[in-house]
Structure formats: structure tokens, C-alpha cells
């Protein structure tokens, strides 16, 4: 297995995936998980995408490697249903590439314009390489591999493409703290200044999944990155306590005392 270091362009998502290191994602299951959680995930089968990762993916190609597309995917006829003779014997030929339905397609067509419509995020993504894998070692001598969607060639600002239902802010931010984004900002900053490429903030291009797929930009600030910086640093120390002792422990192994949601609460206390 390769043993790549810096900024590698050119890689195949597949060999990125392969190559040893920590990334995202496994810091994402420590942090909402267990560490029994990540060990099962890394010892069982490669896991397939879900629709909504499926999607992400797709927009991400169109969005940011369009020349890579060409006889990348096929679009399924309207009307065409899979359970139906016609419908398998359609599916079986275009195995091996993804499929999707025209109205998929479309939106996705939509949301690329959208972005390339909006004056910050084109500025964003001028003068960039997209999809470099980057692989650096941080203080403690544990690798660590990172994917960000776009590498400016110069710039501030370290650009990552999120769809969202809402780009609104006060909805996004939430956004933000249910799926780890702060985390993931933090952990891609670092590890661009490790590979020698430091930026002073993470920005979110914003575009939402339905019409009009409105775009917003937003820089998230350096409290949030701080906080993002604390738990994946957090995430790394729980990972090599893990490696050096062979244990990978999921939830207490005491009884544990347990209540209910806040929300429910506030329902008892106005009830009183």
C-alpha cells in the first residue's frame, strides 16, 4: 500500500481511500461514536454510499471535475421502471457506472449553474485545484490524509462546496453543528499548513438542493474553528491511546443514569 506525503494531484478517489491515514470521517465516527464504532468500520466491508452521499459525490464531479464526466454515469429514460423485464434488461447493461433519473440530472445541472452563477463562489473557485489529496504527518507522528474540494493557488480562504436544504444562515449553522463541518473545517486548515499551504479561514459554498438552488458563502468564524480544532485533536488522542493498547471500547461499562430530552423538561417546568 502506497505511503504517499504533501499535496498529491492526480490521485484516484480509490487510491486516496486506500492510503493509510486519518481522516474525516473516522474522526467523525470517534467524535459521534465510540471507538468500537470506528474499529468495526474499519474491519468490515467497504461501505456503499448512501442516495444523499451518492448525490454529494455526483455534484461534486459535475461541479468541480466536468471533464471527467464524459460517459461517467448514465441517464435513465423516463418512465422507465426497474422492476419491469425492459427495465432490468436496462439497468443489467449499464451496470458498473451510476444512474441517474432525468430529474436528478436536471437538478444537478441546476445547482452547478447556480454556483457558477454566483459573483463569490466563481471568485472562490478561480485559480484552484480541485480534489488534491493531501497526506502530512502531524506532531504526535500519526498520518493524516485530507481531500478538500478546492485548493486555491493563492488566497485567504480554504473553499469547501456543501449541499444544504436551507444556505440561510441561521440555518446552516445548524447544519454546521449536527454533521461536524466545524470539525472538519479545523482538521482541513491544519493540514493544509502542515503540507505548507496556510490559510486564514474556511468558507462554505453554500447551494441548496431545490429551486431556485439559491447559493450563499460563509466564512465560519475562529471560535467555531477553535472548538472544531479541540474535538478533533480529541479524537486523535482517543485514536492512538486505542492503537497502543488493542482496546477499542464502546459505551461505559457501568448503568448509567439517563433522563429526558431538554425539551421535554421545559414541558414539566411550565406544567409545575
Not at 226 to 254: F, I, M
Request: hydrophobic letters at 40%; proline letters at 7%.
Amino acid at each position: 500500500m502506497s505511503d504517499y506525503n504533501g499535496i498529491i494531484p492526480d490521485l484516484a478517489f480509490a487510491q486516496y481511500t486506500a492510503a493509510p491515514g486519518v481522516n474525516n470521517s473516522m474522526l467523525k465516527i470517534l467524535c459521534d461514536k465510540t471507538p468500537a464504532h470506528l474499529r468495526a468500520y474499519l474491519d468490515g466491508p467497504p461501505q456503499e454510499p448512501t442516495a444523499a452521499q451518492r448525490f454529494g459525490q455526483l455534484l461534486h464531479s459535475f461541479l468541480l471535475q466536468p471533464e471527467t464526466m464524459d460517459g461517467a454515469y448514465h441517464v435513465k429514460p423516463d418512465g422507465m421502471k426497474f422492476n419491469t423485464k425492459e427495465g432490468k434488461a436496462w439497468q443489467d447493461e449499464h451496470a458498473g457506472k451510476p444512474i441517474l433519473s432525468s430529474e436528478e440530472h436536471a437538478q444537478i445541472e441546476a445547482m452547478v449553474a447556480a454556483v457558477h452563477s454566483h459573483p463569490s463562489a466563481k471568485r472562490l473557485m478561480a485559480n484552484a485545484a480541485f480534489e488534491q489529496s493531501i497526506f502530512v504527518t502531524d506532531s504526535h507522528g500519526t498520518k493524516l490524509k485530507l481531500r478538500p474540494d478546492i485548493l486555491p493557488h493563492a488566497g485567504d480562504y480554504l473553499p469547501d462546496v456543501k449541499t444544504c436544504d436551507s444556505a440561510k444562515a441561521n440555518d446552516f449553522t445548524k447544519a454546521i453543528a449536527q454533521y461536524g463541518y466545524y470539525r472538519q473545517a479545523a482538521f482541513y486548515l491544519d493540514g493544509c499548513a502542515l503540507a505548507g499551504r496556510e490559510f486564514k479561514a474556511f468558507v462554505f459554498i453554500a447551494v441548496e438542493k431545490t429551486p431556485p438552488y439559491a447559493v450563499a458563502c460563509h466564512v465560519l468564524d475562529p471560535l467555531a474553528v477553535d472548538l472544531g480544532r479541540l474535538h478533533y485533536k480529541r479524537a486523535l488522542s482517543v485514536y492512538r491511546e486505542c492503537l497502543e493498547t488493542g482496546k477499542w471500547p464502546a459505551y461505559s461499562d457501568g448503568v448509567n443514569f439517563i433522563g429526558l430530552p431538554p425539551w421535554m423538561q421545559k414541558e414539566l417546568e411550565m406544567a409545575a
